[in-house]
């Protein structure tokens, strides 16, 4: 029998919310290490964040971004020194609107992959692609460029997928010590870094709207294909579905033939 779970907590603080540690979700860094802060902060609304943000910018403090699970394999969430912040998106993880017609929805950046295909597909929309693993957010996911595999279309980076978002950064007094952008195509040059910023430019908010395609209509096939494995998510669109034919149809042939020329030899 095979069973499966997600990771455990990666953020542990000694008593409420302080004197914490993070490691990422495979339990350990590259060097062995364990990073320290001093908080964690949990925010459940956008104007939650912005306080949080604003407070920790006038005290000079140091402050990382941790997703739900801290999938990165560097050490991207440390706030170098015990007297960082951690700020969780864990709950920042709602739908906030799907638009059928323009094929685009909005998330908070703690929704994860699993939970916006699942949305999605309710709606009759998917990804065009997506990472192999269900556990990402979609801030975290941007922000690391992470990607599927191909070269159709935009091709398979998530962040080629996004027109606008909201990054909630560091102020000065006159903005309340926390600056709120919302940045779409009319900026692109700010949204192209803060798309694939590695956290070190602010905490994503929202994801304002993800360009999506028709969910596939091959019931049969995308049942088949699931339970072989080789399809890691629910929301599959029709390009990418004979893609995934494609590349199994030429596996098959391609092991027939090293058979043949091994008989042959």
Known sequence: MVGCSPPENHIKCSSTNTNCTITNSYGTFPDRSIC????????????????????????KRKVKVATRYSHSIPKLVCPDGQNGLLISTNYLNRTL?????????SVESGV?????????????????YSPYWWGLTIGGLLST??????????????????????????????????????LDE????ELDAAKVSLGVL???????MLSL??????????????????????????????????QKLFGIINYYLIYILMIIS
């Open 97 to 105: 609107e799907i638009d059928v017609q323009s094929m685009t929805m």
């Open 36 to 59: 320290q802060a001093a908080n964690a902060a949990y925010p459940t609304t956008e104007e939650e964040l912005i306080s949080i943000v604003a407070a920790a910018t006038k005290a």
């Open 145 to 182: 460029g992470a990607h599927g595999s191909t070269l159709w279309g935009k091709g398979s980076a998530i962040h080629d997928y996004v027109v606008a978002l909201t990054i909630i950064s560091p102020g000065g007094p006159e903005d309340g010590y926390a600056k709120v952008r919302s």
């Open 202 to 208: 602010g905490v994503i908010s929202k994801v304002r």
């Open 186 to 189: 009319s900026n692109s040059t």
């Open 112 to 128: 994860t992959l699993r939970q916006l295909i699942n949305e999605a597909a309710k709606a009759g929309l998917a990804l065009p």
């Open 213 to 246: 395609s028709p969910l596939s209509f091959c019931p049969f096939l995308l049942s088949f294909f699931r339970f072989e494995g080789w399809l890691h998510y629910s929301g599959v669109t029709l390009v990418s579905l004979w893609i995934v034919v494609m």
